[in-house]
């Protein structure tokens, strides 16, 4: 079984860092997912009989990895989906992306639309049917000439299906190693991770902030990660 890394844990909640290639939830795929292996984390940790409560309040999709949180309470759960709700959880993502950008700072905004049957999402029109309005801001924070990549940090405002994935390959900067909207790097691993979470403790109300960087090698080799 998967070691899990635990960031931070106490009554309601528990923080964990998700790992790369296992989806957040059970999926037909029949993997392990995250919500699994933090249930049994509890289970095995305080030796409780029978069904362990955990709620899942957001996710990751299956090949990127971060900070993910979880319920540790049904009460727990309503108050962090309420801050998803209300867009006052924040998160925050890096990206090793194609090519270099001309503006060290910048705004995206599409309107999105998923397609179910091929767990893919498009850039359409406001008018269609079913589209979703999408938001984030980037920064740069290098570029490495020598393979034309760009790093950057991600603030989300809308969290849409593939967003990130999908705005910045419409943008004309792919993610390094994305083999559904990417143009480089197939084959290899996403370089994409949820770097921070911040948000509001769902019964103490402190303000709480986790971050976890990737390790630094291969794509994520950047001498200065860390530090943003």
């Known amino acids: 079984m998967e070691k899990l890394n635990v960031i931070y844990e106490d009554n309601h909640i528990i923080v964990v860092q998700k790992i790369v290639n296992i989806p957040s939830q059970a999926d037909k795929s029949g993997s392990i997912d995250m919500l699994t292996l933090v249930k049994q984390y509890i289970k095995e940790k305080y030796q409780k009989p029978g069904n362990v409560y955990v709620g899942l309040v957001h996710r990751l999709d299956r090949p990127v990895g971060g900070v993910m949180v979880f319920a540790k309470t049904s009460k727990a759960a309503s108050r962090l989906s309420n801050q998803i709700r209300e867009k006052?959880?924040?998160?925050?993502?890096?990206?090793?992306v194609d090519g270099k950008f001309e503006e060290k700072k910048g705004m995206l905004e599409d309107y999105l639309y998923k397609d179910e049957r091929n767990n893919i999402s498009k850039v359409v029109n406001k008018d269609k049917k079913g589209a979703k309005y999408a938001k984030l801001d980037f920064e740069v924070l290098g570029?490495?000439?020598?393979?034309?990549?760009?790093?950057?940090?991600?603030?989300?405002?809308?969290?849409?299906?593939?967003?990130?994935?999908?705005?910045?390959?419409?943008?004309?900067?792919?993610?390094?190693?994305?083999?559904?909207?990417?143009?480089?790097?197939?084959?290899?691993?996403?370089?994409?991770?949820?770097?921070?979470l911040e948000f509001e403790h769902p019964t103490t109300k402190e303000k709480l902030q986790f971050r976890i960087y990737p390790e630094q090698k291969g794509t994520w080799k950047w001498p200065f990660l860390g530090r943003s």
């Not at 083999?179 to 949820?194: S, V």
């Open 143 to 196: 570029y490495k000439e020598d393979k034309n990549l760009s790093l950057v940090k991600v603030n989300l405002h809308t969290g849409r299906h593939h967003q990130i994935r999908l705005q910045m390959a419409n943008s004309g900067h792919s993610i390094f190693g994305d083999q559904k909207y990417g143009t480089r790097g197939k084959g290899k691993q996403i370089a994409l991770w949820a770097y921070n």
């Open 88 to 96: 006052t959880i924040k998160k925050k993502y890096l990206a090793v």
